[in-house]
């Protein structure tokens, strides 16, 4: 079964605007991941955040995680229209035979 | 110089036919992945070679056959394809095949059986 599940599924903002979205998850889990995906292309990864981590930041980008709440979010700060993508989140299930489990995505349109 | 190359972009055919699509990474990496993403965008691992070696097969209908001639490249061959199977997928490959260490993906190919 689908481990993440990310929120809003779909979410429109004006450029400049910050963005967050959400990820829950399941079970326990050794780490998280963050990618992007352009249109038509590829999932590129943003970031992975370790389960006894609480916060990481890379350039725009935050990301948090509550284990206790078993969820996940991004910020994107001060967004461009470039940012406009799909983010997913994908999970390492604790126990799990080292596969990455990926949520169905969140679309993000940044109006410039 | 793409990472992770696949072949074809597009793949357009006719439901009961036989057709392949070609991964290759030049990243070094021990590891190697199919997905599947569907209409959705609901992604999900088909099958994982590390060095060769089937790692890991998930519950994907034997139509659907990897191929790994060196660890370097994965191929996946689609016997008697099906509607059901029109989806893009993507290749992907990792350092050590490790569930800690980040993906790269190939750019996927559009596969759309008629």
């Known amino acids: 079964s689908q481990q993440g599940e990310e929120d809003p599924q779909a979410l429109s903002i004006q450029e400049g605007e910050n963005a967050t979205m959400n990820c829950s998850y399941k079970t326990s889990i050794n780490n998280l991941q963050w990618y992007r995906q352009n249109s038509g292309r590829g999932l590129v990864h943003l970031i992975l955040?370790?389960?006894?981590?609480r916060e990481k930041h890379s350039g725009r980008l935050r990301v948090t995680l509550d284990t206790s709440k078993k969820s996940s979010s991004l910020l994107i700060t001060a967004s461009r229209a470039a940012d406009t993508a799909s983010y997913f989140c994908?999970?390492?299930?604790?126990?799990?035979?080292?596969?990455?489990?990926f949520g169905k995505g969140i679309t993000l349109s940044v109006r410039p | 110089d793409t990472a992770v190359s696949q072949t074809p972009k597009y793949l357009v055919t006719q439901m009961g036919n036989d057709k392949s699509i070609k991964c290759e990474q030049n990243?070094?990496?021990?590891?190697m992945y199919w997905y599947k993403q569907d209409s959705k965008k609901f992604l999900k691992i088909m099958f994982s070679y590390n060095n060769k070696e089937l790692i890991i097969n998930e519950t994907v209908p034997n139509r659907f056959s990897p191929k790994s001639p060196d660890k370097a490249h994965l191929n996946l061959h689609i016997n008697s394809l099906e509607l059901g199977d029109s989806a893009v997928y993507f290749c992907?490959?990792?350092?050590?095949?490790?569930?800690?260490?980040?993906?790269?993906f190939g750019s996927g190919t559009q596969l759309s059986v008629l």
């Open positions: 992907a490959s990792t350092l050590r095949g490790a569930a800690n260490e980040k993906l790269f």
């Open positions: 994908a999970t390492d299930a604790s126990g799990a035979n080292s596969k990455l489990t």
């Open positions: 990243l070094g990496h021990d590891t």
């Open positions: 955040i370790r389960s006894n981590e």
